[in-house]
């Protein structure tokens, strides 16, 4: 299979640090993205590793393990305009992407 | 660069006709865009795969028929809803595939048509 699983909600603190998981069957994987989504708004690429190791992009870091078939989205310093879904996803033959169901944030004053 | 549009970006209307979404690919050219669904509070489900100048796939358990998707230039594809239903009601989202950018992205995604048939 080529699913991903990641938690559907996660809470966190506003300046906190929070971490999404996101586990994937191995079956045909070029690689790891992760997309944002506010409510009403298409998603907005974050991130995408290929490789094993950590991405980091200002508060936002990517981290993938192959061999664990696992990687996670790392923000840091979280602010309230940081409250979204945020997805894993995968591209599979063709190049087309497949998200995870969506991890919805939400972030406490 | 890299910019996708969508238009209209919301759309009412009756049950039984027909919409057209359309998906721009505005500074670059794409020979392949992809149309997505999404319900609310749920994740984005492939529908089809759209190549220019050829036939469309469609995932599994989408209707060809119901949803016809023609990508006449590598600038433009649609989406067209024939007769549409409540239960079509969604939020409907294409993407273009262009060249990888910084940080390894390569599908541009439009802002995203909501629909609601009555």
């Known amino acids: 299979g080529q699913s991903l699983e990641q938690p559907s909600e996660v809470t966190a603190v506003e300046g906190a640090i929070v971490q999404i998981n996101c586990t994937y069957q191995?079956?045909?994987?070029?690689?790891l993205s992760w997309y944002q989504q506010h409510d009403g708004g298409a998603p907005t690429f974050l991130s995408y590793n290929a490789l094993d190791g950590l991405e980091e992009t200002g508060r936002f870091s990517s981290f993938l393990s192959r061999s664990d078939s696992y990687g996670y989205l790392l923000l840091q310093e979280l602010q309230m305009k940081d409250s979204a879904s945020y997805f894993c996803a995968r591209k599979v033959g063709d190049d087309k992407i497949i998200f995870g169901k969506g991890t919805r944030l939400h972030i406490l004053p | 660069g890299a910019v996708v549009s969508q238009h209209p970006s919301w759309v009412i209307c009756k049950s039984g006709t027909s919409v057209k979404i359309e998906c721009r690919s505005l500074?670059?050219?794409?020979?392949?865009m992809f149309w997505y669904r999404q319900f609310p509070k749920q994740s984005l489900m492939l529908m089809a795969t759209s190549n220019e100048g050829s036939k469309a796939t469609y995932e599994q358990g989408v209707e060809k028929d119901k949803f016809l998707i023609n990508h006449a230039s590598l600038t433009l594809s649609t989406l067209t809803v024939t007769s549409a239903h409540p239960e079509d009601s969604s939020f409907y989202i294409c993407?273009?595939?262009?060249?990888?950018?910084?940080?390894?992205?390569?599908?541009?995604f439009g802002p995203g048509t909501r629909l609601l048939v009555l």
């Open positions: 191995t079956s045909g994987f070029y690689g």
């Open positions: 500074d670059f050219q794409a020979t392949t």
């Open positions: 993407s273009a595939d262009g060249l990888a950018a910084r940080g390894g992205e390569t599908q541009y």
